[in-house]
């Protein structure tokens, strides 16, 4: 079920997968004159990368004075399906349930507040298959009674351009997908970067006084 009305005014839930990506999404929908909030569901990315990732996300919807919601729900329930596919390559059967999940959650938050339609910056990367996102999409919208706002942001450049202010803004932009599956993928290991990042982020959180 897609929105395929003018979204002038109307309230758009942005499910929002990292800042960067974020980067790529938000500026079109605001010059269609969408109500943007974002939302922070990504139960895939491991503990210390997502305190990373929510910090670049908060400096975003800062700068565009956009709110934030974030939900830390849902890891066990990533690890339990995400485990039976720890060997499949990066977009396989791991990666289409860990999008469709991410879309269920978004769709069921969009509906129980009042908002208009779902949307996701997903499509923002070109190693995500925006046909199979709306296809997801699609299903969990008739499942909610909610519409989904089908948008392919790597279009028009959206991709390079998420990256160029990126840049600008100074945040973080990662290198793999979140879960220590796509990590172990780029050839990283797990401990080592998880000592790593939580180091960084305990850092970025004394600096700044904010707790995430």
């Not at 929105?3 to 309230?11: A, E, L, S, V």
């Not at 990504?42 to 709110?67: M, Q, W």
């Not at 997801?136 to 028009?156: C, E, H, M, P, W």
Request: glycine share 8%; charged share 30%; aromatic share 12%.
């Amino acid at each position: 079920m897609f929105y395929t009305g003018d979204i002038q005014g109307k309230k758009i839930l942005l499910h929002a997968c990292c800042g960067p990506c974020s980067l790529g999404a938000i500026e079109p929908l605001m010059r269609d004159g969408a109500l943007i909030t974002l939302y922070y569901y990504n139960p895939s990315i491991f503990d210390g990368e997502f305190e990373k990732r929510l910090i670049a996300l908060d400096t975003v919807a800062k700068h565009y004075d956009l709110p934030l919601v974030v939900s830390r729900d849902g890891r066990d329930g990533f690890l339990r399906f995400a485990d039976s596919y720890a060997e499949e390559r990066e977009g396989g059967e791991r990666c289409r349930l860990c999008m469709d999940d991410r879309l269920d959650k978004s769709a069921q938050y969009a509906k129980a507040h009042g908002f208009d339609a779902f949307s996701t910056t997903l499509t923002v990367s070109p190693h995500k298959n925006s046909k199979l996102i709306f296809s997801l999409a699609d299903t969990v919208s008739d499942k909610y009674g909610i519409q989904f706002l089908a948008r392919d942001f790597k279009k028009n450049d959206g991709f390079k351009k998420s990256c160029d202010l990126s840049r600008t803004l100074g945040i973080y932009r990662q290198g793999f997908c979140g879960c220590e599956y796509s990590l172990a993928a780029v050839g990283i290991d797990y401990a080592e970067y998880f000592k790593c990042v939580k180091k960084e982020t305990e850092a970025a959180a004394m600096k700044t006084g904010e707790k995430w």
